[in-house]
């Protein structure tokens, strides 16, 4: 896990995420988490390759998966599939907790049979945007039992790929005997217009945009443009800039030590001053105050790792 990676979501040319994996070279993310009410890193709209489970232990946590909330609640487990846009928010009044795990469909696809039969029919589905685990069915406790299986894997290869079958394995069974892909239906436009607009804002946050340039890179008007922010992302438009902006923000002052002045022309404040003052709306710190915590924490964890390593490698 690279320090420059540590608590961000990096980004494709596509816009898509690049995942933050445990470890370089293996494409799996497995975390032990949790949610606490205002969260900053919460409500970061995203999509990515690699299929998404996370498993509820205490408390509620809330997804919106292109647009549609839903409502987790302890027990209950979901699967996002492949590049569906989403984002994590949360629904209680105190920390929830929750198993999370994201890994890349190449690590199922064994033989050019498998692949064909039980891996692209699923990620491929343009109707299969998420499965919702309901608490009480016999999948949700086995997802339950598996994500803390997969909690138990980290470090081990080959027990990560041996869950991920297992995994797999409820959820082409799932399919099988509970979905009727029929009666789903998906509004494909939509959903590739947003992703145009988002890709647009991240190219662009550090200019002077409008309302009417981000409607334009989706080719929709801006009414049409205001209802699949709200519908995808929870904001409006400028809402969202800002957000990515603060988020951009918040990268940079940890991984640079570049002058508050040069990090505000980068994000797209007219100056430091006031990218301060709406960073402190976020955050409730100063960019600097930020800056000096996180960087704390950065080198706490960066030890703590080194310190593993190094007791692995005397072992």
């Known amino acids: 896990m690279r320090r420059d990676w540590m608590g961000f979501i990096q980004r494709n040319s596509d816009g898509s995420e690049t995942l933050n994996y445990n470890e370089d070279g293996f494409p799996a993310y497995i975390y032990n988490g949790w949610i606490l009410p205002g969260a900053t890193w919460a409500d970061v709209v995203h999509f990515h390759d690699d299929i998404e489970f996370l498993t509820v232990v205490d408390g509620r946590v809330g997804f919106n998966v292109n647009g549609e909330n839903i409502i987790l609640t302890k027990g209950e487990s979901i699967m996002i599939n492949s590049r569906q846009i989403h984002f994590i928010f949360n629904v209680n009044e105190s920390k929830s907790k929750y198993i999370v795990y994201i890994l890349h469909p190449r690590l199922l696809c064994s033989s050019y049979s498998v692949e064909q039969q039980f891996v692209d029919p699923i990620i491929n589905n343009e109707n299969l945007e998420y499965i919702h685990f309901k608490e009480g069915t016999p999948c949700a406790a086995k997802m339950e039992t598996v994500a803390r299986e997969m909690l138990a894997s980290i470090g081990n290869n080959f027990l990560i790929t041996k869950t991920f079958f297992s995994v797999w394995d409820i959820v082409v069974n799932y399919m099988s005997a509970e979905m009727n892909f029929q009666d789903v239906e998906r509004n494909d436009q ?63 002052l940890v991984q ?18 006031y990218m301060s003052e709406i960073f402190k709306r976020y955050y409730k710190v100063s960019p600097r105050e930020y800056r000096k915590r996180k960087g704390a924490v950065v080198d706490l964890i960066e030890k703590a790792l080194h310190e593993k390593q190094e007791e692995r490698t005397r072992g």
């Open 256 to 273: 640079t030590e570049l002058p508050m002045a040069e990090i505000a022309a980068k994000t797209g404040f007219s100056g430091a001053s």
């Open 190 to 252: 939509s959903v590739d217009i947003i992703k145009k607009m988002l890709d647009y804002t991240r190219e662009n946050l550090d200019k002077n945009i409008t309302l009417d340039d981000i409607a334009a890179s989706g080719g929709v008007s801006r009414t049409y443009c205001n209802a699949l922010f709200r519908k995808f992302t929870n904001r409006s438009p400028v809402e969202h800039l800002m957000h990515i902006r603060i988020e951009r923000v918040s990268e940079l």
